[in-house]
Every structure is written in structure tokens, then in C-alpha cells.
């Protein structure tokens, strides 16, 4: 289950990552509400992705 929770939060980082690329490239172009739109979308799946990864970690601090 440790691995599947790696993965998932990974996957969570890499959307995280995207969303932020994503509202960069609006912030540049001045439109700062689809900006915003996609840093709170980006803070979800970090969000996401930090539970995952606790949940990776306390799994595998378990099994030691």
C-alpha cells in the first residue's frame, strides 16, 4: 500500500506542479483571476499530495 500512496502523491505533484506553471503563465499575461483560479487549484493538489505522502511514510515507518 506504501508504494500505491508514493504514486498517488507524485501524481498529486505533478498536477500540483502544472497548476502553478499554469498560473504563472496567466499572472504574466495580467489575468490575475484565472491566476488565482489555478494557485488554489495548485494548492489542492499539493494539499493532496502532502497527504499521500504522510500516508507513505507513516506505512513505511510501520514495517520497520
Request: glycine letters at 6%; zero cysteines; hydrophobic letters at 25%.
Amino acid at each position: 500500500m506504501s508504494l500505491e500512496h508514493h504514486n498517488k502523491a507524485a501524481e498529486a505533484h505533478d498536477h500540483a506542479a502544472k497548476a502553478h506553471r499554469t498560473a504563472a503563465e496567466h499572472h504574466g499575461k495580467g489575468d490575475h483571476s484565472k491566476a488565482g483560479e489555478h494557485s488554489s487549484a495548485a494548492h489542492k493538489h499539493s494539499e493532496t499530495a502532502h497527504k499521500h505522502s504522510t500516508d507513505a511514510h507513516s506505512q513505511s515507518q510501520g514495517k520497520k
